[in-house]
């Protein structure tokens, strides 16, 4: 069982940047892959990016913009959003798996409990 605890969420004007944190309680941090999925209102739980042991995936929607990092010391997981749009608005989630990346939210085994971001134009 993997605990995460997404922080960092809030209330941006366009253009502007958030920075994203997701706590896991697994000291096995490394193991796992990790990502980033959002869900906006009315719509279903998108992928947006994704680590595992090196190589970093994005959406094509985010990419330039963010950036997903982990810090094994801290058994943490980030997500860099700078040149925030309106349209990246939604409740993100950190998500892990004990497997290769995958973009499917149902291909992860463990979520948290998500953060809200809201871009204003």
């Known amino acids: 069982q993997v605990d995460l605890v997404e922080s960092g969420g809030g209330l941006v004007q366009a253009g502007g940047s958030l920075r994203l944190s997701c706590a896991a309680s697994?000291?096995?941090?490394?193991?796992?892959?990790m990502g980033w999925f959002r869900q906006a209102p009315g719509k279903e739980r998108e992928f947006v990016a994704a680590i595992n042991w090196g190589p970093t995936y994005y959406a094509d929607s985010v990419k330039g913009r963010f950036t997903i990092s982990r810090d094994s010391a801290k058994n943490t997981l980030y997500l860099q959003m700078n040149s925030l749009k309106p349209e990246d608005t939604g409740v993100y989630y950190c998500?892990?798996?004990?497997?290769?990346?995958?973009?499917?939210?149902?291909?992860?085994?463990?979520w948290g409990q998500g953060t809200q971001v809201t871009v204003s134009s």
């Open positions: 998500a892990a798996r004990l497997s290769v990346v995958t973009r499917r939210p149902n291909d992860y085994d463990y």
């Open positions: 697994e000291r096995t941090f490394n193991a796992y892959t």
